[in-house]
């Protein structure tokens, strides 16, 4: 396998040049675009293997990079910020990103964040089939269906499916799950598996509109329901 390819839409000079930086250092090849409209045309002729991509861009700006991108793509995405405000941060989750990162920010969190993507892209163990019901997750092709019927997950939305598969019935709280899937525990992140566990419901639910797949359990966190 050769170098993964690594993305960096951001217009400021200086991030840019330490990303660069780093990213190599680690290993990783690395292209820069510095506006929103350059993103759609690169991305469809040279897919990247993750992009590291800005909110406030020039031209269009990266909540609709976003948007546009996963209408064909599940290329994962780290959303970057300066806004504070969490509802931002929320809605770039809602249209498939996978994480986010907050302006200001060092450069090895960022390493963090994209080396933890990649495990769970390409875990070291031997994959397996899960059947739960209608639904069936595979490991090595990272696929899972409803009723033969493919869902197109992000990378996260995989990770979240493939450890409630893993203990059907099972209770895991929020914490639980951002550091099995995510790799990390910081503060803030309940919201965001809140949100990646909507996103995957609604994929589900297009297929199992009356389904209780996956159970909220108050003030605890998610299961996965054997019986639904």
Do not use: W
């Not at 002729?45 to 990079?65: N, Y």
């Not at 990162?101 to 933890?116: D, G, L, T």
């Not at 566990?197 to 797949?213: A, C, S, T, W």
């Amino acid at each position: 396998m050769g170098k993964r390819h690594i993305l960096i839409v951001e217009d400021e000079a200086k991030i840019v040049k330490t990303l660069v930086e780093y990213l190599e250092k680690a290993g990783y090849s690395v292209s820069s675009l510095e506006s929103g409209n350059q993103v759609i045309s690169f991305v469809k002729k040279s897919p990247p293997d993750l992009i590291l991509l800005d909110i406030m861009l020039p031209g269009m700006d990266g909540m609709e990079v976003c948007r546009e991108i996963r209408k064909f793509s599940a290329i994962p995405i780290l959303m970057i910020t300066a806004r504070t405000d969490e509802i931002d941060r929320i809605m770039g989750l809602e249209l498939g990103a996978d994480d986010y990162i907050c302006k200001p920010f060092s450069p090895r969190e960022v390493m963090a964040r994209v080396k933890a993507v990649f495990r769970r892209l390409y875990p070291k163990q031997a994959g397996k089939r899960i059947v739960v019901g209608d639904l069936e997750l595979n490991e090595d092709t990272r696929q899972v269906t409803v009723k033969g019927q493919e869902l197109i997950l992000t990378p996260i939305e995989f990770g979240l499916l493939r450890v409630l598969f893993s203990h059907p019935n099972r209770v895991f709280s929020r914490n639980q799950l951002t550091n099995l899937v995510q790799g990390y525990s910081f503060e803030g992140y309940d919201r965001t598996i809140d949100t990646h566990i909507k996103n995957i419901r609604k994929k589900i639910g297009v297929f199992l509109p009356d389904k209780e797949i996956i159970s909220s359990i108050y003030g605890i966190g998610y299961k996965i329901n054997d019986g639904y």
